[in-house]
Nanobody
Framework: QVQLVESGGGSVQAGGSLRLSCAAS????????MAWYRQAPGKQRELVAA???????YYVDFVKGRFTISGDNAKNTVYLQMNSLKPEDTAVYYC???????????WGQGTQVTVSS
């Protein structure tokens, strides 16, 4: 069973930056077809960014130009560099498979990102 552990969250002021990490262990894992999601209080979990084969990246409109997803297969780790953070980016961030790429791994505990104005 692949286990996912997210880290790197914290509290920052608007305009600040954070780098999130998602470390996988315990099974067969590839950074291909991995994604970052987030869930704000009272809202559904939503896709933020995805990384697919050939290092093709996808970003939802509200993070384009500010967030960058990357991965390191040797370390079984996926990253999310977040710049120019806004208060509306406040949420718990999770990593998991890209939607439609097979059954999700068990969801990790996520990492809290809080952005103050």
């Amino acid at each position: 069973q692949v286990q996912l552990v997210e880290s790197g969250g914290g509290s920052v002021q608007a305009g600040g930056s954070l780098r999130l990490s998602c470390a996988a262990s315990g099974g067969v894992f590839s950074i291909n077809a991995m994604a970052w999601y987030r869930q704000a209080p009272g809202k559904q979990r939503e896709l933020v960014a995805a990384l697919t084969r050939g290092n093709i990246t996808y970003y939802v409109d509200f993070v384009k130009g500010r967030f960058t997803i990357s991965g390191d297969n040797a370390k079984n780790t996926v990253y999310l560099q977040m710049n120019s953070l806004k208060p509306e980016d406040t949420a718990v961030y999770y990593c998991n498979k890209v939607p439609g790429s097979g059954s999700y791994y068990y969801w990790g505990q996520g990492t809290q990102v809080t952005v103050s104005s």
